[in-house]
């Protein structure tokens, strides 16, 4: 089925440890995003890429990388992790026409200790 | 900086009855995109609805509609005939028009279905 895929779907990693959330998304789609999702703060902009070969930061780009590799895929790397980043983490991708929603992956849930 | 307000953190309706969940949101733009999503506690997104900004006509799908308040800012979902199923967090978005811009989501609506 066309989608979006994340891996993996649950993590634990301890304080200081880093790790990449892999996204893939079999659509064409041109833009991708990495958002995280916290109680009661609905979900926030980590980084977006609006196109192939360019990133952007969003509203919460500190402590996170993102690599655009190519068209499909778009991987979020957290280089040293802090229990601020426990979070659930959403990867989207969206046609460049705004009248098109996202179509979201599943989800990561990242616990850090 | 556009802003999403969903004033509701809970809600709950009877089955079968009708329910409303409130949406504002702040933009100086006159040409947006406004969205409510739809999270089960498989934890999915879906996409519930969408309204173009240009059109006065609230849209429409199946059960669920939009009341949609241009001059007000508001955007308000109406679920008909709740159904259990129905139960989630909901989510009001918005995008501007320019292409490849991020969506600005609002806090979320958490709708309990009572059997």
């Known amino acids: 089925n066309a989608g979006v895929t994340q891996t993996p779907k649950f993590q634990v990693l301890k304080t200081g440890q880093s790790m990449t959330l892999q996204c893939a998304q079999d659509m064409n789609h041109n833009s991708m995003y990495w958002y995280r999702q916290d109680p009661g703060m609905g979900l926030r902009l980590i980084y977006y890429?609006?196109?192939?070969?360019?990133?952007d930061k969003g509203e919460v780009p500190n402590g996170y990388n993102v690599s655009r590799l190519n068209k499909r895929e778009f991987s979020l790397r957290l280089e040293s992790a802090a229990p601020s980043q426990t979070s659930v983490y959403f990867c989207a991708s969206s046609e460049h026409a705004a009248n098109y929603g996202y179509t979201f992956g599943s989800g990561t849930r990242l616990t850090v200790v | 900086a556009q802003t999403v307000t969903q004033s509701q953190p809970e809600m709950s309706v009877q089955e079968a009855e009708t329910v409303t969940l409130s949406c504002t949101y702040d933009?100086?733009?006159?040409?947006?995109?406004l969205f409510w999503y739809k999270q089960p506690p498989s934890r999915q997104m879906i996409l519930v609805i969408r309204?173009?900004?240009?059109?006065?006509q609230n849209a429409t799908e199946n059960r669920f509609s939009v009341n949609f308040q241009k001059a007000a800012k508001s955007f308000s979902l109406k679920i008909s005939d709740s159904q259990l199923g129905d139960a989630a967090m909901y989510f009001c978005a918005y995008r501007k028009r320019n292409t490849g811009n991020q969506f600005y989501f609002g806090t979320g609506t958490s709708l309990t279905v009572i059997p």
């Open positions: 890429s609006a196109s192939e070969g360019t990133t």
């Open positions: 933009t100086s733009e006159s040409d947006y995109y």
């Open positions: 309204q173009e900004a240009y059109k006065q």
